[in-house]
């Protein structure tokens, strides 16, 4: 199995395991963090620094805890800003088999979450699931 998970922030192995149940035992997994700006003035400022510092650190995150929840092997990377972007560019390098996007709770979303699964389905015909997480 190759997995591709788009995570916005830091996802823990117990969230992995039951979110994503056997399919990360033993699976191939490539974890890509966006670089999410804080602020629209940021975005538009190209202010991007800290945003790229902490999808790395997302994107790291989230690969240690798949590893720890039974990845074969996790690679990571940051992505752009714009999340259907970031797996656009992901998946031209990685085929996976499956897509897995980590989204916040309705009232903390970022970006447009709700219609990012659909639109990575219609485009690129690979099988997407939607996970929230937790509450902050």
Same mark, same amino acid.
């Given at each position: +199995?190759? $997995? =591709?998970?788009? !995570?916005?922030?830091?996802? *823990?192995? &117990? $969230?992995?395991?039951?979110?994503l149940g056997d399919?990360?035992?033993?699976?191939?997994v490539r974890v890509?963090? @966006?670089? $999410?700006?804080?602020? @629209?003035? !940021?975005?538009? +400022?190209?202010?991007?620094?800290?945003?790229?510092?902490?999808? /790395?650190? !997302?994107? %790291? &995150?989230?690969?240690?805890? %798949?590893?720890?929840?039974? #990845?074969?092997? !996790?690679?990571? *990377?940051? &992505?752009?800003?714009? @999340? $259907?972007?970031?797996?656009?560019? %992901?998946?031209?390098?990685?085929? #996976?088999?499956?897509?897995?996007?980590?989204?916040?709770?309705?009232?903390?979303?970022?970006?447009?979450? *709700? /219609? =990012?699964?659909?639109?990575?389905?219609?485009?690129?015909?690979v099988r997407v699931?939607?996970?929230?997480?937790?509450?902050?």
């Open positions: +199995m190759r $997995l =591709l998970v788009l !995570a916005p922030e830091a996802v *823990d192995a &117990g $969230l992995l395991r039951r979110e399919e990360i035992e033993g699976a191939e890509i963090a @966006p670089a $999410l700006n804080e602020s @629209p003035l !940021a975005f538009w +400022m190209s202010d991007s620094d800290e945003a790229i510092a902490e999808a /790395q650190q !997302a994107a %790291a &995150g989230t690969g240690r805890a %798949a590893e720890e929840a039974g #990845a074969e092997h !996790a690679e990571t *990377d940051t &992505g752009e800003s714009e @999340p $259907l972007t970031a797996l656009q560019d %992901a998946l031209a390098t990685f085929e #996976a088999d499956r897509v897995a996007v980590f989204v916040h709770p309705r009232d903390e979303q970022r970006y447009r979450e *709700d /219609q =990012l699964c659909e639109a990575v389905q219609e485009r690129f015909g699931s939607q996970h929230v997480l937790p509450e902050s």
